[in-house]
């Protein structure tokens, strides 16, 4: 099983960059897609961006195609999420996630603050 950690969180002025980094532990990391979720404060978590096993495909959510970029190294177990054009509707905190193909998202790292001040 794989065990996740973020990292990269922080407070960004509006228009700055962050990269959010999710350390996987475990051998099978490379047997997963890999996502990046948010939550809003009394909202329920939401997809940002997820990348398949093999790194080859990439999906977005609208609100942050263009800015957002994910990335893996299966090599190193890490995903990597590289925030651009931050805005303050971006503050959340978020949850790098982990799936077996085609299945629900089900291993959770602990989460991480990103604040976006205005």
């Known amino acids: 099983q794989v065990q996740l950690v973020e990292s990269g969180g922080g407070l960004v002025q509006a228009g700055g960059s962050l990269r959010l980094s999710c350390a996987a532990s475990?051998?099978?990391?490379?047997?997963?897609?890999m996502g990046w979720f948010r939550q809003f404060p009394g909202k329920e978590r939401e997809f940002v961006v997820a990348i398949n096993w093999a790194g080859r495909n990439a999906y977005y959510a609208d609100s942050v195609r263009g800015r957002f970029t994910i990335s893996r190294d299966n090599a190193k177990n890490t995903v990597t999420l590289q925030m651009n054009s931050l805005k303050p509707e971006d503050t959340a905190v978020y949850y790098c996630a982990a799936a077996m193909p085609g299945q629900e998202y089900d291993l959770w790292g602990q989460g991480t603050q990103v604040t976006v001040s205005s």
């Open positions: 475990g051998r099978t990391f490379t047997r997963y897609d």
